[in-house]
């Protein structure tokens, strides 16, 4: 299957195949006819699968079948809802990518930035509007953005919109936009609120589905490393400069986290830099183009980066600590091994979060490797190697097989001192 084959024009292509696209994705290959069809379309895909592009570009080809008049102002036409400003910031560079062949307009609005700029630019007239929920209402409410004459609105990374609690924000937009219009909705999942949004705004969407959680995930390589929640600065550390890696993605669960494992890591002589919420816009902007070029070696982050960071090639991700929501591991190691590249994906788990990596098994479908460092090993497991290798510990073990057998002298023991206690309490009664 080729771009051509799916029925994209000859500027689209031609601008693709300078981005070096030579096939399409399985996403871009189901979806793409069905937009240029002008259907509803629900696609379950997980981050990092091509779907920016499985959107982008036939929505680019349907706005530019009619022409724009030079003497009337633009309005917008197409609208991307996302849920963070990095998501926007990539979309919004992705779509002025596709688009280089064809005379569109483009715009991108998020918070963390002045606001003023970004009016002028919609004043100037857009036909692509790429926007963060809150920002978007923002200009809504101040009169400089007029959703009335939108004819597609895509909801990319749904899920993710919702889970932030953005719900009351796009019930307020849906009734802003016209009823007439074509619906694209992308999902990892299809949780109970992604369904309900999809009855809210969508008709008869088509559903296409494309892999599980689990086969997406084993394409990277997994490894979990047991060791105590004291000891996990001092082996992400050590990891990280005794095996010489560049480049990479750490993830803790919390902002304060991220400080202090930035700051012990930055201490410890690895050049580091830290992203999350709190950050200026600059900051994060920042962080992330360093990251890039690799000027900087490690970049600590939460959750804020586990979508819509796109790195080509980036080794490796390590997750300090596992995530609150099972999913978003998922999310996570999928920024690495991106693109059928090789990556790996470390976890360091301590035994509060057993629970937690159970859950992400059960979503991943199989179990993940379990090792331990040497010199980080737990102390319960370094406390039962040692009981394993004394004579006290072996005959214990003796004692523990023994009494397990049925006809053994401790068995037979054991069970008349069960059946004495039971005829005492009955007699008791």
């Known amino acids: 299957m080729t ?4 029925g994209l024009v000859s500027p689209i292509l ?32 997980q981050t990092g699968t091509g779907k920016t592009a499985a959107y982008a570009l036939p929505i680019l080809q349907l706005l530019s ?4 008049k ?40 998020y918070g963390g930035v002045k606001f003023t700029p970004q009016v002028k630019k919609l004043e100037n007239g857009i036909d692509i509007l790429v926007a963060t929920p809150g920002r978007l209402l923002e200009h809504v409410n101040q009169g400089s953005v007029n959703l009335s004459r939108v004819e597609v609105v895509v909801f990319d990374e749904a899920d993710r919109i919702l889970d932030m609690g953005f719900w009351a924000e796009i019930e307020n937009l849906l009734t802003l936009i016209p009823k007439k219009r074509q619906t694209l909705l992308f999902s990892v999942g299809l949780s109970k609120s ?9 008709k008869k969407p088509l559903k296409i589905e494309i892999n599980n959680q689990g086969d997406l995930a084993k394409k ?47 201490e410890s002589g690895l050049k580091t830099l830290i992203l999350h919420g709190d950050k200026t816009h600059s900051a994060r902007t920042k962080a992330l183009k360093d990251f890039k070029a ?35 591991y998922v999310h996570r190691i999928g920024r690495t091994g991106r693109a059928g590249k090789e990556g790996e994906a470390i976890s ?22 379990v090792e331990f460092f040497k010199g980080f090993e737990t102390q319960e497991w370094v406390e039962k190697e040692a009981k394993k290798n004394t004579i006290k510990g072996r005959i214990e073990r003796n004692k523990e097989k023994q009494a397990s057998r049925p006809n053994s002298i401790i068995g037979m023991q054991k069970r008349k001192a069960k059946e004495k206690k039971k005829e005492t309490k009955k007699g008791k009664k």
Request: one cysteine or more; a neutral charge; hydrophobic letters at 40%.
């Open 294 to 328: 690799g000027s900087i070696r490690v970049l600590v982050a939460t959750d804020i980066a586990s979508r819509g960071l796109d790195i080509e090639e980036l080794p490796h991700v390590i997750n300090f600590e596992l995530p609150g929501d099972a999913e978003d």
């Open 220 to 266: 990277v390589k997994q490894t979990i490393y047991v060791c105590d929640k004291d000891k996990k600065c001092a082996l992400l550390s050590f990891m990280i400069g005794s095996q010489n890696w560049h480049q990479v993605l750490v993830f803790t669960k919390t902002k304060q986290s991220a400080d202090e494992v930035g700051s012990f890591l930055e």
């Open 14 to 45: 031609t601008a693709i195949e300078a981005l070096e696209y030579t096939k399409p994705t399985p996403v871009q290959s189901k979806v793409i006819p069905l937009v240029l069809e002008g259907k509803d379309v629900m696609a379950t895909a």
């Open 70 to 109: 030079e003497k009337s102002k633009r309005y917008i036409r197409a609208l991307i809802l996302v849920p963070t400003r990095e998501l926007a910031s990539q979309v919004g560079k992705s779509i002025d990518a596709y688009g280089s062949e064809l005379e569109l307009k483009s715009c991108a609005v």
């Open 348 to 369: 360091l788990v301590c035994k509060e979060e057993k629970s937690v990596l159970k859950e992400i098994e059960k979503i991943l479908k199989y179990g993940l490797k």
């Open 3 to 6: 771009f051509e084959k799916l």
């Open 194 to 202: 992604v369904k309900r949004l999809s009855e809210l705004s969508m």
């Open 65 to 68: 079948k009619k022409e724009h």
